[in-house]
């Protein structure tokens, strides 16, 4: 076999490898977040109320923005 062809057949196969890949984890990800979503209001004001704290609506509101801009900044 010559040279270009071994080259053209390994990019490929490295080519394909990473297409199977990507696919693979994104759906991996999808079943993820399915199995376990991410956090919304009311597992916030279930935590705070089991922090003994009265979880008031602007502090939810706060809280959430919060969280929200700290997960755009990842």
């Not at 990473?18 to 693979?24: K, N, P, T, V």
């Not at 994104?26 to 956090?39: S, V």
Request: aromatic share 6%; charged share 20%; with cysteine.
């Amino acid at each position: 076999m010559s040279t270009p062809v071994l080259v053209l057949i390994i990019v490929l196969v490295g080519l394909a490898c990473f297409a199977g890949g990507f696919f693979a984890a994104r759906k991996y990800m999808e079943d993820y977040l399915k199995k376990n979503p991410p956090i919304n209001e009311q597992m916030l004001r279930t935590m705070m109320v089991q922090m003994g704290q009265k979880p008031s609506e602007k502090k939810l509101h706060q809280m959430m923005t919060a969280m929200k801009a700290n997960m755009d900044k990842k």
